[in-house]
Every structure is written in C-alpha cells, then in structure tokens.
C-alpha cells in the first residue's frame, strides 16, 4: 500500500473515531440527564461526517486534485470535530465539579464549527460540481456570494454565547460558558447575512442547471442525480426548521448529495476511484446502520448494560455487516467481477442465443461490459476492431485473447483492471477466444466464397470470349461457306470441290477449338485415365526438353473432381515453368493420398529466383490450392533446382 492510501486509510479511521467517541459517552450523557443524541441535534453531524468524510476521504487520496472530494472531506472532518468536541464538553460541563480540561471551550468550538460545514453544501458544491471548477467565469461573484455567506454566519454564530444553543437539558442550571457578554452580530447584519447565504444557494443551484444545459449527454447524466439531490436537500432543510421533527429531518438531509455523487461516480466513472468508492459505500452502510443500532441498543438496554456492555454488544455486529455491506458495495460497483460463475452463465446465455459470428462477438462484447461494469468493451483482430460496446475513453486496458496457443485477438477493456479481475478474465477470455476464432473462420469463408464466387465467374467470361468471339464467327463462316458450296455445286463443280475441302480442313480446326475449350475446363485424360496417368500423358508432352517422372502410390484412392482438377492444372504450372524458365532438365512428380493428396514436384532448374518464375503461374497455384483449403509451400534457391508441396484435403465440400 503506498503513502497516499496510508493516509486516506488514516483520515477515514480519525474519522471513525471521533464518531464512535462521540457516541461511546452518549449512555454516560444519558445517565447524566443530558437531552438526547438526535434532539440536540448531534444524529445529523455523524451521519454527514460518515457521508461525507469517508468517500471524500477516499476520493482526494486517488485525485488529489479534485476539488469536490476535499470539499466533501472539509465538510465530513467539521462535522465529526463538532461532533466529538461537543461530547466532550457536555461530558464536562454535566459532570462532577471542577469537569474536564477545556471543556468550555470545547462547547464554543462545537457550537459554531458546523456552520461552515452545513453552508458549503448548498452553496459551494453545487458550483464546482462535477470538475471543481465553476461553470465559466460569469460565475465568479456567485462564488464570492457563497464565501461571504458562509464567512458571515460563521463569525456570527462563533461570536454567541455557547447557550445560544436552546435545546433544553443540554447545560446545567446556571451555566454560562465562554463568551457570555456577546450576542453576536446585530438583527441588521445577521439578516443579510442569512440573505446572502439563501441568494448564494440559488445562484448555486442555477449555476448546476445551466452547466446541465451546456453539458454533453453524458455529463447530464451525471448531473441529473447532483441536480436532484441538491434541491431535495434544500427542501429537507426548509423542513427541519418548520416541523416539530426537525433533528430527525436534518439528520436525512446530510443523506442525499454524498449518495448522488456515489451514484454518478459509480454509473458513470466520474473520478475513476471504483474501487476506494466500493469501500465508501461499505464503511458509510456500515457507519449507518452502526449509529442506528447503536442509538436503539442504548435507549433499550443502556440503563440495564451499562455503557461500556452496550458499545461492546454494538461492536460486535460491525464484522458481519460490514462484510454484507462490502458485497453488496462490490456488486453494485464492479459487477460480476468477483462472481465468476454468475459472469459465465449470463455469457452462456449470450453465446446460445447468438446468430451470426458477428451478432456473437456484439453479445459477448455487451455481456462482458454489463458483467465487468466498465463503460467500454472491444474486441481487435489485427489491430482492427470486430467488435465494440460503449464508448472509448481515455483508459484503455488490453487483454490478448489466445486459441490453442494462438493469439486470435486483443479485449480491450475501458478501465484499469485489478489484479483479482484478471482471474475473471482468465475463465471468460477463453470462450471469448472461440467466438473471435469463429468470426476469424466465418471471416475467412465469406473470402473464400467471394473469390470462387469472381474464380466461376472469371472463367464464364472466358468461355463467352471465346465462344463469342473465336467459335462464333468462325461457325458463321462456315455457315456462308456451306451456302455458297451449294450454290457452286451445279455451276462450278471445280470450285465447289476446292470450297468443300478448305471447309473441311476449317472445320476440323474448329473441333479442335471446341476440344481446346473442353480441355481447359477438365481434361479429358483426368476420366479417361485417372489423375496419375493424366500426369504421365502430361509430362510425355515435354519429351525432349524436360525429362518427366511420375511416382504416384499404387492404391491411389478414388479423388473429388475439384482435388483433381486443381492437382492437374498445379503440375501443369509447375512443369512449364520448370522447362521454359527455370531450364531444368528432369522433374519429379510424386502422388500420395490419405486424408490429404500430397503433392509434392522437384526440379533441377536454376530456381525460383529467376524474375519470369515471380509471375501469374506461382499466384495461379497458390490461389488453387487456397481455394480447397489447401496449403503450398515452395522451397528453391539459386540453381538448387526448386522443391513444390501441395497438401489438398480431400474432404472438400
């Protein structure tokens, strides 16, 4: 733990204790027949020193820097300094003669400390929410009202004497205190002090609206709880001053703002301190429900236990509610994080009722977001994003995704994970994984799909080329040919003749056109004489330049049409460009099949090196071999002669 979370782990104890002093001598007070912990009172200061000073506490010790948590922390420190000073003056004042060592005093000081507090929630914190600075300059004097508000009411009430405060049974008869002879600023001043602290709340409360109207949507979801929070405070404190159940009011009023700001941070990452919010919210339920069960434990069973019994049977519950408190705290913060049987089954819920490889990686990407409580989830294959959820922000957290050994991807997560969220991550980024390898497949299908798709369609623009313009015109004119031998035959008997041989001689020329096309769309040695003697006839045709052996296994299976075709025209490739460019002498063909037809041509050649062997054909065979799911690898190097494997599944759909 470094020095700054030491400190903050300080303050919030210091706190703690001054509350939890404060109420150890209310049984004693009670005995003494001092008025009671709410009625004088003293319930609304330690439910806003617990509210305020613990998450304020925990907020300055991440982000020194905001404004908003050292206020929340000045408002929690005077009011639990109040609080725990006026225990200790009427510990002193009501007991046995001569009392306590400045006890006096103490009363003085918790008679006014509360009113700087009490005014800078309605004032100043509105005005500097959610980024401690005001809305824009205009706002300055709004400022300087609320200053001069607080700064005149402080100096009024700190200028009364202590029993000033009339809540009866608090003094003993005939007490004074300090300061007896003053009563505080005159009626005139006093009022526009009081003028100035009611106009300072409503330019406050102005100033939130106004930055509402000008702020982006999410910023107004922020401020819409601050907003709300704000008024309903004002109205609370309007009510305990009118009703007969003021304290009880009062006290609810220190409630609202610091549970909004929790719920603005904790929706909406505000100051990014997640994880010492979690721990506010746990130790401010804790401080909570403690003051109240201690409050009802004294009021029963105080006079039966004593003191020291009833705040020993009061400490006793504080482990097991705050371990509810933190989880619930945790829950509501972090998700999932810490569940990661719950953050797996809503996965697998996801996962079943997704569709599409994309439309799965979305529901992951949302389910995970959800789970984790982080405002942005995205999924990357090759630094391109397949996937997202939410919106960037500034943080953003990594995590490669692995398959059988394999990185497939990158989650990026939009917050800094804990340590211990990285054990949810390792169960959830597995399956995670599989969806991204899934899309990976279905990504590489649709390739495959468009490029046989622009293959079939490449070679019907061929055909029609072909037929369209070579066999076409060239029956065409056969066909004026035949038309005019008839023509000749009664007249020109010798010319019709000639006619009739030079159609012939066409005509078998375009047979030959016809058997050429036929050829190219499935050689007619691949029926009539199998794959293997379809190579020996192929490589006969080199005889003289290229010497060509064919070693195909004896029990060569029975092949899909697609594995033969594509093994046909590779070795033809490979064979025209071992004679024409690679000047080999001898080449080796060997067949082999199992799961896979292996094949595998060697050459003697001067290698691939050369420039013409970089050209159409070496493309021409990779893309066959890819189109069937294949692989081609092709080992050479200068005048080595060159090596060519093909592996073509023979399991093809």
Known sequence: MDKSAW?????????????????????RLRELGVTGFVERYDAFRAVAALAFGLPGVLVVTQRAAVRVGWLMVFVGAAQALGLALGAYGL????????????????????????????????????????????????????????????????????????????????????????????????????????????????????????????????????LQWVL????LTVVLLGLALAVPAGPWIAAAAAVPLPV???????????WDVDLLLSRALAFGAAGVVLLAGYLAVAYWLGDVLGSGATAALVALAVHPLYRRAAIAANKLVYGDRDDPAAALRRLGERLS??????????????????????????????????????????????????HRGERV?????????????????????????????????????????????????EERDRLLHELHDG?????????????????????????????????????????????????????????????????????????????????????????????????Y???AEALTNAARHARASRCTVRLRAADTLELRVDDDGVGVMAPARRGFGLASMKRRSEELDGTFELTTGDGAGTSLLVRLPLAVS
């Open 409 to 457: 991807g990158t989650l990026v997560v939009g917050e800094r994970l804990r340590r211990r969220d990285l054990n949810l991550l390792a169960e959830l980024t597995p399956h995670l994984a599989v969806a991204v390898h899934a899309h990976r497949l279905a990504a590489d299908l649709a390739r495959s799909r468009d490029r046989l798709l622009a293959a079939r369609q």
């Open 569 to 571: 025209r590779i070795t």
């Open 7 to 27: 400190r903050g782990v300080a303050a919030g104890s210091l706190l703690l204790v001054l509350v939890a002093g404060a109420l150890a001598v209310e049984p």
């Open 353 to 402: 009722a997704a569709g599409a490889a994309g439309d799965l990686l979305e529901r992951m990407c949302a389910e995970l977001g959800r789970a984790l409580r982080v405002p942005y989830v995205a999924v990357e294959e090759s630094g391109t994003v397949v996937a997202r959820w939410g919106g960037p922000g500034a943080v953003a957290d990594p995590v490669p995704l692995h």
């Open 91 to 222: 510990l002193g004042i009501n007991g046995a003669a001569p009392g306590l060592p400045g006890d006096d005093w103490a009363m003085w000081l918790s008679n006014w400390l509360w009113v700087p507090a009490y005014l800078a929630v309605p004032t100043l914190f509105p005005l500097i929410f959610p980024d401690g600075a005001l809305p824009s300059r205009r706002w300055w004097p709004a400022a300087a009202l609320a200053w001069a508000g607080i700064a005149a009411n402080t100096l009024d009430w700190a200028l009364r004497p202590v029993t000033v405060v009339d809540v009866a049974g608090m003094y003993p008869p005939g007490y004074t205190g300090v300061l007896s002879g003053l009563s505080g600023f005159p009626p005139v001043v006093r009022a526009a002090g009081l003028a100035l602290t009611f106009a300072a709340v409503a330019a406050a409360v102005c100033s939130l609206v106004a930055r509402y109207r000008r702020a982006d949507p999410v910023v107004r979801r922020r």
């Open 260 to 270: 909004s700001v929790c719920v603005a941070v904790v929706a909406h990452r505000l």
């Open 228 to 231: 709300a929070a704000a008024l």
């Open 471 to 567: 066999l076409g015109p060239t029956l065409a004119a056969l066909a004026l040919g035949v038309d005019r031998g008839r023509r000749l035959v009664g007249s020109d008997p010798e010319a019709a003749g000639l006619l009739m041989a030079d159609l012939s001689t066409r005509i078998r020329g375009t047979v030959e056109d016809v058997r050429a096309i036929v050829h190219d769309l499935r050689p007619p040695p691949l029926d009539d004489l199998g794959l293997a003697g379809a190579l020996a006839e192929l490589g006969r045709g080199f005889a003289g330049d290229l010497a060509v052996e064919v070693d195909a296994q004896p029990d060569l299976p029975a092949l899909p049409a697609q594995v033969e075709l594509a093994a």
